[in-house]
């Protein structure tokens, strides 16, 4: 078998050893070969048995034109049970429920097909008409059915022989010549040994078929755990995306994206590290990890990439929303909410832990970036970058906007505006700040309103 250049011969890319390459030499191979062969060769055997009864009714209108001086009358009542009994074995095989009795139905009807049509053709006594009609059952139970050789050989031989011995009788009775003994002999005899080669053959053809099903198979398993294990490191959504793009026989293409960026970060987790060790260190960040990436699940957005306690989550990318403001702002406060049961669960009073979050809306270059040999799936440009910044200087529970992210929201209560300048950018940014951890302002109420209060 050959393999692609560079692949590791690992079992799954081996063959089972055989004997003479028709029978595996694992018995649980063997044992296997034989349940999936039944489910294979169910179909090749159901349609042998349709095409069976169109041969035998076309014996029988054969028989109705006067094809038989004797038996004529037998023959035209037993080959319609014929093509009866294969039109029903054929029904019987097409049921999930009987699939087991493929073989042993296939080998019955080919053997009572071959004996009838000796049986028909005794009184007529030409071997050249018997030849061919056992000829006709000998080719169906040798090939189209598709029996194992040991059952084909059992199935087709008794009325081979049996051919075989009419014509003898023929000879010894002075019925038919010398040469018409050859051919009496040598017609059924040729199909089933010429039979017999085609059968092995088949069925050697048949168990590498088996042998390419599990290798395809256990690709495929591998495949799914490649990708179950790509999902793990980048969001399942970029994932989906890479994979379909190599499906095409595309690359992954950079596009310009209008989305919402939002950064994630945890106050105090260094000092956290440095007390308590790597141990803790993981406990937490795994914990934090699945909130991140439930609550991107949940609002249809693909986590990016994780740094260390920080992640950036991309709403409107690798998929378009037109709605990707309003959306990262609620995730962002569900993320906020989320996180903080993390940090309240591992804080102490040594090591405070907490969360901050930054928002940024506008226009990305989202795709694959590197080179030929190794690419990347990234999200560069301005309101990336101001997501990040704006995180950096979040203090634990707040939940700091971009100029574009607060445009496009409406006004929330409790909402303050701050004009900061940020390290990597230009111009002072004016930043919207939620604080998530300030006590809620009351709701507004009107003047009358207040009034029913007072007098109350």
């Known amino acids: 078998m050959t393999r692609p250049e560079g692949w ?37 055997a159901q349609f042998a048995m349709y095409a069976a009864a169109g041969a035998a009714f076309c014996a029988w209108v054969a028989v109705v034109f006067g094809a038989l001086d004797e038996f004529r009358t037998t023959a035209l009542v037993l080959i319609p049970l014929m093509i009866v009994s294969l039109l029903v074995a054929a029904a019987l095989i097409r049921l999930d429920h009987y699939q087991h009795l493929v073989t042993p139905l296939s080998s019955l009807v080919n053997l009572l097909g071959g ?10 006594y030409s071997p050249e008409l018997t030849g061919a009609c056992v000829t006709m059952a000998a080719y ?12 084909a050989l059992l199935s ?35 199909a089933l040994l010429t039979g017999m080669v085609l059968n092995l053959a088949i069925e050697w053809i048949t168990r590498q078929t088996y042998v390419d099903h599990l290798i395809i198979e256990s690709q495929q398993d591998l495949l799914i755990d490649e990708r179950t294990a790509m999902a793990r490191f980048v969001s399942p959504d970029i994932a989906e995306t890479a994979h379909r793009a190599g499906a095409d026989g595309l690359d992954v293409r950079t596009e310009i994206y209008s989305l919402t960026a939002v950064s994630i970060d945890l ?20 914990e934090y990890y699945a909130v991140v990436m439930d609550a991107a699940k949940e609002y249809g957005a693909a986590v990016k990439d994780f740094a260390g306690d920080g992640a950036l989550i991309l709403v409107g990318a690798p998929y378009p929303r037109p709605d990707h403001t309003r959306v990262g702002l609620r995730l962002a406060r569900h993320l906020m909410e989320r996180a903080r049961e993390v940090t309240s669960r591992w804080t102490t009073e040594e090591t405070p832990l907490g969360a901050g979050i930054g928002i940024s809306s506008g226009e990305c270059a989202v795709g694959a970036i590197g080179t030929a ?72 109420t009107t003047p009358g309103e207040a009034a029913v209060a007072f007098s109350g």
């Open 267 to 286: 106050r105090g987790f260094t000092t956290f590290t440095q007390r308590h060790g790597a141990e803790y260190m993981v406990q937490v960040l795994q």
């Open 8 to 44: 590791p011969i690992v079992s799954e890319l081996t063959s089972p050893d055989t004997w003479w390459g028709l029978r595996f030499t694992d018995s649980d191979v063997e044992r296997d070969y034989q349940s999936w062969r039944i489910g294979h060769v169910r179909p090749f």
């Open 115 to 124: 004996g009838l049509a000796v049986a028909m053709t005794w009184k007529t």
């Open 156 to 190: 087709v031989s008794p009325y081979v022989l049996l051919a075989s011995y009419a014509t003898w009788t023929w000879h010894q009775n002075g019925r038919i010549t010398d040469q018409q003994l050859a051919v009496g002999l040598f017609i059924p005899v040729t």
């Open 373 to 444: 040999a190794q690419l990347q799936y990234a999200a560069i440009g301005t309101t990336v970058n101001l997501s990040a910044r704006l995180c950096s200087i979040a203090q634990d529970g707040q939940i700091l906007m971009g100029p574009g992210t607060a445009r496009a929201l409406e006004e929330s209560a409790g909402w303050s505006r701050e004009v900061v300048t940020l390290a990597g950018i230009a111009e002072p940014v004016e930043v919207t700040i939620e604080d998530t951890l300030a006590p809620k302002p009351p709701p507004p």
């Open 140 to 151: 169906f139970g040798l090939t189209v059915f598709r029996l194992p050789p040991r059952i």
